[in-house]
């Protein structure tokens, strides 16, 4: 088509290394669209939805929900949201999810951030966090942190190989850690 694709940017990292916190952050320096593959797989489990009951399980043993399932709910937010750049936040999980957004959406992201973050630092911060997620137990974290190493750190080595990888430290405060990644976003900014 002869429509320019939409700026995007991956949001990658392990549970509670601080996607969200930084997304914030971007969204109000930078003026990005916020889409949160969790939150959205969330909204539909709080809806309702067709596919509420196979997502909460699916978060609940913190495995991954069927890309087809995932890239639908992206799709849409981008549609709605025409004009805008968009920060993905916890998408691409899998290799699998990789594929079927470049596919599906018909691009590739101009860069992905991956928030680096020690293992301890991300359970101390996702058991603090108290805000009732299913998946913000003990057992659930670890299963996550599984899910994590195996399946979504290929997809970071992948961009890490294509040049577009942006690694960041994420351990010091929500500020210090947005002062590493402003210059990521001001380099975009005319
Ligand atoms: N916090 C943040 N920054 C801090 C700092 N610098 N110092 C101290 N504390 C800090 O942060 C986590 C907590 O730490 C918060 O309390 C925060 O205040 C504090 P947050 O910014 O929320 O971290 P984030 O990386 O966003 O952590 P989150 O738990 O959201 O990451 P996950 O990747 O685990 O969760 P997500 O919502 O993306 O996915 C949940 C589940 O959905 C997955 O496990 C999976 O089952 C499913 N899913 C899919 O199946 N497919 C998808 O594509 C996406 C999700
Ligand atoms: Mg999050």
């Known amino acids: 088509s002869k429509v320019k694709p939409p700026f995007i940017a991956f949001v990658l990292g392990g549970p509670g ?11 109000e320096t930078f003026g990005f669209k916020h889409l949160s ?6 909204r539909e489990i709080s809806s309702n939805s067709k596919h509420g009951t196979m997502i909460l399980n699916t978060i609940r ?21 025409e004009g805008h750049k968009f920060l993905i936040d916890g998408f691409p999980r899998t290799e699998e999810n990789r594929v ?38 003990v057992e659930t974290v670890k299963k996550r942190l599984k899910v994590f190493a195996g399946l979504n750190l290929p997809v970071i080595k ?7 990888l942006h690694k960041i430290d994420g351990v010091g405060t929500t500020d210090e850690i947005f002062e590493r990644v402003r210059p990521v976003f001001a380099l975009y900014e005319e």
């Open 17 to 27: 290394s601080g996607k969200g916190t930084q997304c914030t952050k971007i969204v």
């Open 37 to 42: 593959a969790g939150d959205l797989l969330r």
């Open 61 to 81: 043993e913190g495995k991954i929900v069927p890309s087809a399932v995932t890239v639908k709910l992206i799709q849409k937010e981008i549609e709605s949201n």
């Open 100 to 137: 079927a957004f470049e596919k599906i959406i018909g691009t590739e992201p101009n860069i992905v951030l991956f928030f680096d973050c020690p293992e301890d630092e991300m359970v101390r911060r996702v058991l603090s966090r108290n805000q009732g997620r299913v998946d913000d137990n």
């Open 158 to 164: 992948y961009y890490s190989e294509r040049g577009k």
